[in-house]
């Protein structure tokens, strides 16, 4: 039974920080893909960060050079560093797993999502 748990969403200032976490249970695929998808008021849930087994990440034009996706696998814990928030950052944030196609390329849909956990930015 995999389960993804995030933590850490919370209201913060335009211009200020917050680091999501996402704790993973029950995976057991030797190589997968990990991610952060982003759902704005009113709007589709987008994608903005990927990382696989081997490290390869790949990031939305929208939060290149403000976010940072990276994992412990010791801790079976997803993070995602946020710096520079704007207001357009606001909405839920969601991490999910899914199987890693090759080097650099997850596999879509993802096949598990956590319950999101909310980020306002003002």
């Known amino acids: 039974h995999v389960q993804l748990v995030e933590s850490g969403g919370g209201s913060v200032q335009a211009g200020g920080s917050l680091t999501l976490s996402c704790a993973i249970s029950?995976?057991?695929?030797?190589?997968?893909?990990m991610a952060w998808f982003h759902q704005a008021p009113g709007k589709e849930r987008e994608a903005v960060a990927d990382?696989?087994?081997?490290?390869?990440?790949t990031y939305a034009d929208s939060v290149k050079g403000r976010f940072t996706i990276s994992k412990d696998n010791a801790k079976n814990t997803l993070y995602l560093q946020m710096n520079s928030l704007k207001p357009e950052d606001t909405g839920i944030y969601y991490c999910a797993a899914g199987d890693q196609l090759r080097r650099g390329v997850c596999a879509r849909p993802f096949g598990y999502w956590g319950q999101g956990t909310q980020v306002t930015v003002s």
């Open positions: 990382i696989d087994s081997d490290g390869d990440t």
């Open positions: 029950g995976f057991t695929r030797g190589r997968y893909c």
